[in-house]
Nanobody, 124 residues
Framework: QLEVVESGGGLVQPGGSLTLSCAAS????????IGWFRQAPGKEREGVSCIKSSGGGVNYVDSVKGRFTISRDDAKNMVYLQMNSLKPEDTGVYYC?????????????????WGRGTQVTVSS
């Protein structure tokens, strides 16, 4: 059974940076699509970024384009989300999700495995 664990969250000032990591255990990220989602208090979970298995095609929600970068290292079974120029509206719990051959990486229900999330708080 694949397990997914996020790390790297924390408290950061506006304009600061964080790098989130997503690690796999009990399986691999090979041939799987990976998504990062976030959920702020009182709001629905939203897709932030995703990376395809083959060729590593990436997508970003408009609000993070130019600020966030998703990457993967399949040899290490790791996926990363580099977050720069953080804003208070980026605050939330960030989740890593794993799916297979997704046509649309923005739909949470299409993912098979989820981590428990890591809290990101952007505040002065």
């Amino acid at each position: 059974q694949l397990e997914v664990v996020e790390s790297g969250g924390g408290l950061v000032q506006p304009g600061g940076s964080l790098t989130l990591s997503c690690a796999a255990s009990g399986g691999t990220f090979n041939y799987k699509d990976i998504g990062w989602f976030r959920q702020a208090p009182g709001k629905e979970r939203e897709g932030v970024s995703c990376i395809k298995s083959s060729g590593g095609g990436v997508n970003y929600v408009d609000s993070v384009k130019g600020r966030f970068t998703i990457s993967r290292d399949d040899a290490k079974n790791m996926v990363y989300l580099q977050m720069n120029s953080l804003k208070p509206e980026d605050t939330g719990v960030y989740y890593c999700a794993v799916g297979i051959m997704l046509r649309d990486c923005w739909i949470p229900s299409k993912y098979e495995y989820w981590g428990r999330g890591t809290q990101v708080t952007v505040s002065s």
